[in-house]
């Protein structure tokens, strides 16, 4: 099974960019559909970004939209997310996660992924 480690978080100005990283261990990481999720305090689990084993299909939630990216590193084992143009509501827990079920173009749903990372904390300032 995989392991994943979630890296590069951390507080920026509204406007600002992050990229976060993701490190795959443990496992065929090119086999695995990856995704990033995102939780703030007191709201539910929100789908941010999916892409499939290969990096040739991306999905991208509404609310990021032209301004986050997704994408992978297969020998590398890693997995991406690009955040421009940083909004105060973008402030949450980021994690990755992997899944072995197939790749969908619909708004990714948490419960098809089995593996997680422990996240990792992005603030956003006004």
């Known amino acids: 099974q995989v392991q994943l480690v979630e890296s590069g978080g951390g507080l920026v100005q509204a406007g600002g960019s992050l990229r976060l990283s993701c490190a795959a261990s443990g496992g065929t990481f090119s086999s695995y559909n990856m995704g990033w999720f995102r939780q703030a305090p007191g709201k539910e689990c929100e789908a941010v970004a999916a892409?499939?084993?290969?990096?040739?299909?991306?999905v991208h939630a509404d609310s990021v939209k032209g301004r986050f990216t997704i994408s992978r590193d297969n020998p590398n084992n890693a997995v991406y997310l690009q955040m421009n143009s940083l909004k105060p509501e973008d402030t949450a827990v980021y994690y990755c996660?992997?899944?072995?079920?197939?790749?969908?173009?619909?708004?990714?749903?948490?419960?098809?992924?089995?593996?997680w990372g422990q996240g990792t904390q992005v603030t956003v300032s006004s």
């Open positions: 892409i499939n084993w290969s990096g040739g299909r991306t």
């Open positions: 996660a992997a899944t072995l079920r197939p790749f969908s173009y619909s708004v990714p749903d948490a419960r098809q992924y089995r593996y």
